[in-house]
């Protein structure tokens, strides 16, 4: 499966952005997708993350109640949704694909080498 990260920018502390994740290749609905973000000089993050199938979502602490993911199985796409944009949310984005479900108590989806197939990053810079 390839990944296809889009909608990054600069943009004003309590501003907001639209990242898509665009999926190909194999059946998009088989795949739960997450999104990490690496700051320079910091190691990479989980972000947020959707299940396939149920399409629970999980999101980090530092984004809850700002940050949303969503997915259009039809159009075979996950955003995030981001808003109320801080300075430390500046880094490159990157969206995930894994073969497997979230269920009830796992936390596999928090670790980056659990995802097996990645986009190429884009860049999102909150400053005034």
């Known amino acids: 499966v390839q990944l296809q990260a889009s909608g990054g920018g600069s943009v004003h502390p309590g501003g907001s952005l639209r990242l898509s994740c665009a999926v190909s290749?194999?059946?998009?609905?088989?795949?739960?997708v997450g999104w990490f973000r690496q700051a320079p000089g910091k190691e990479r993050e989980f972000v947020a993350v959707?299940?396939?199938?149920?399409?629970?979502?999980v999101s980090a602490d530092s984004v809850k109640g700002r940050f949303t993911i969503s997915r259009v199985n039809a159009k075979n796409t996950v955003y995030l949704q981001m808003n109320s944009l801080k300075p430390e949310d500046t880094a490159v984005y990157y969206c995930?694909?894994?073969?497997?479900?979230?269920?009830?108590?796992?936390?596999?989806?928090?670790?980056?080498?659990?995802?097996?197939?990645w986009g190429q990053g884009t860049l999102v810079t909150v400053s005034s």
């Open positions: 959707i299940s396939r199938i149920s399409g629970g979502t």
């Open positions: 995930a694909a894994a073969p497997r479900s979230i269920e009830y108590g796992d936390t596999w989806y928090k670790r980056s080498a659990e995802f097996g197939s």
């Open positions: 290749g194999r059946s998009f609905s088989a795949y739960t």
